[in-house]
């Protein structure tokens, strides 16, 4: 009898398996054959191991500590770097590298901010060129040194930022700062669907996401704290980027520790490895491997569920490329000073915060709560768009800065959307287009919000921009209830062609490999 908290070795009763039996620790793990496998085949048999419930929380924790700590500050650097640029146009950035154009006419003098626009969205354009080469570098090299070599160049291009003397080379360095950014959201978005279960995934995903809220707040008190400097040799916003990059370099150093998978995890004990390998077997989306496989990327292309997560990332993201980019300044017109309008983003930014985590916990406790989750949250961000719009803009107005805060509801549905996503797919390859494609449609969206802002409409409450957003989020709403209908309808078949289950088989699969189509033992979550 082992002792509590260490792992207890059972073989599932023999059965006859059409799966060929997993590699052994001695096998040569460099051949073409062992590379075609999950990593999972380096440590545990294709029969099923019991673990001792201990050892499995202690191992849990573990990587907890590691993992999400890190991505939290990871991915709060990246919204923290992307939101900047809304907040360095109140300090002087719209002036020194004339983003701002006033147009003289007889009649009356306008101002146009559509350099600002393409600013904003000059970033995502750079996003997408690097989000699919990115992603799959991550997944064919080491994890830590691909992390590692890009974040240390994101931080070097932001802090260059600092240098950019008009507007023009700013489209520039926004272009390539996307570019080298594009590896993070992805990179995470894999690391959690090969560490966790998927009912602990859309917890742990949210936790990484979650720095949205917490960093709009972080942020803004940093923001907040540079707009008291009034002498030096730089401009204020330039003090900001130079920040902003270093703290990436810095962040960009650590990552290069980031392991491949948990069966290389350095910071677990051989044994606990093992554990942390084995509790995935129950969901077959397997752990990691490094070939890629034009067979999944085929299947990929043709998945109707990944289209269908991709459009609501685009509609529901398309508000995030307004609030990121102009944030600041349409609260400004709400009658408040730029100091002000930085301190009113805190609201938004704890809504953001405390309900993704609250939905990712509810998503974790409760079985097949995502999508109607995911509904729920859309409602207020609908609400909230509507009171901006048609509410009376008066001197500091109180209903315009409440509908600006309860958007904040847009990070719990992106987050539910990335959690939907990720659970729902399996095999590397699969997992790694997925996530590629998720954060190309949260780059369209990024590119046509800032877009949808015409300074013209200034005075009509930029009816365009309101009206276009309730539009993404019922299109969100749609979606999602179809999406719910094909993965519901998708388990009661796959239920009803095996009423009977055969594990040593569905254990044989979990590490194989196996896209989620290709494997009749998985299950998705709603």
């Not at 002036?95 to 154009?101: A, I, P």
């Not at 936790?207 to 540079?226: K, P, Q, V």
């Amino acid at each position: 009898m082992a002792r509590e908290g260490q792992t207890q070795v059972k073989k599932a009763p023999a059965a006859e398996s059409t799966v060929p039996p997993a590699h052994s620790d001695h096998e040569d793990h460099s051949s073409i054959d062992f590379l075609e496998k999950d990593a999972a085949a380096a440590i545990v048999p294709d029969h099923a191991i019991e673990l001792d419930k201990a050892a499995e929380r202690r191992v849990l924790r573990k990587v907890d500590l590691f993992l999400l700590p890190l991505m939290w500050i990871g991915y709060g650097l990246v919204y923290y770097d992307k939101a900047i640029l809304g907040n360095a146009v109140l300090f002087g950035m719209n002036k020194d590298l004339q983003l701002s154009v006033v147009h003289h006419s007889a009649n009356h003098t306008t101002t146009s901010t559509e350099r600002l626009s393409w600013a904003t969205s000059m970033f995502y354009f750079g996003m997408l060129a690097g989000l699919y080469p990115l992603t799959f570098l991550l997944q064919r090299f080491t994890i830590g040194r691909v992390l590692g070599g890009v974040v240390v160049l994101w931080g070097l291009v932001a802090m260059l930022t600092a240098a950019v003397s008009s507007w023009r080379g700013l489209f520039a360095q926004r272009f390539f700062l996307g570019f080298v950014e594009s590896v993070m959201p992805t990179g995470f978005m894999c690391i959690i669907s090969s560490y966790y279960t998927q009912e602990e995934q859309a917890l742990r995903q949210s936790w990484w996401f979650s720095a949205t809220g917490g960093w709009t707040i972080i942020g803004g008190a940093l923001n907040y704290a540079f707009a008291q400097i009034k002498g030096g040799g730089l401009r204020r916003w330039q003090y900001i980027y130079l920040l902003a990059g270093a703290l990436t370099v810095l962040y960009g150093c650590v990552c290069f520790i980031i392991p491949n998978s948990a069966v290389s995890a350095w910071f677990l004990t051989p044994e606990e490895r093992v554990v942390a390998v084995e509790r995935l077997r129950k969901g077959q989306t397997g752990v990691r491997c490094q070939k890629l496989k034009t067979s999944q990327l085929r299947e990929a292309v043709l998945d109707v569920k990944i289209w269908i997560i991709a459009f609501m990332m685009a509609a529901a993201y398309t508000i995030n490329g307004a609030v990121s980019g102009f944030g600041p300044l349409i609260v400004s017109t709400f009658g408040y000073t730029p100091l002000d309008a930085i301190l009113l983003q805190f609201p938004l930014g704890a809504i953001c915060l405390v309900f993704i985590l609250l939905t990712g916990y509810l998503s974790s406790r409760i079985p097949n709560i995502r999508i109607i989750l995911l509904v729920a949250c859309c409602l207020p961000v609908i609400a909230g768009c509507a009171m901006i719009w048609r509410s009376t803009w008066y001197h500091r107005a109180p209903a315009p800065v409440v509908g600006y805060s309860i958007i904040g509801f847009f990070g719990p549905v992106v987050s539910l959307i990335i959690s939907t996503g990720m659970a729902n797919v399996a095999g590397a390859t699969k997992k790694s287009f997925t996530a590629a494609a998720i954060f190309v449609a949260y780059c369209v969206g990024n590119i046509v919000g800032p877009q949808l802002i015409k300074t013209p409409t200034l005075k009509r409450h930029y009816p365009g921009l309101w009206l276009g957003l309730i539009i993404c989020y019922c299109i969100v709403v749609a979606l999602a209830g179809l999406l719910y209908v094909l993965l519901r309808r998708e388990n009661r078949r796959r239920d009803a062609a095996r009423p009977s289950r055969d594990e040593a088989e569905r254990d044989a699969y979990a590490f194989r490999d196996l896209t989620d189509k290709e494997n009749p033992y998985f299950r998705y979550v709603l």
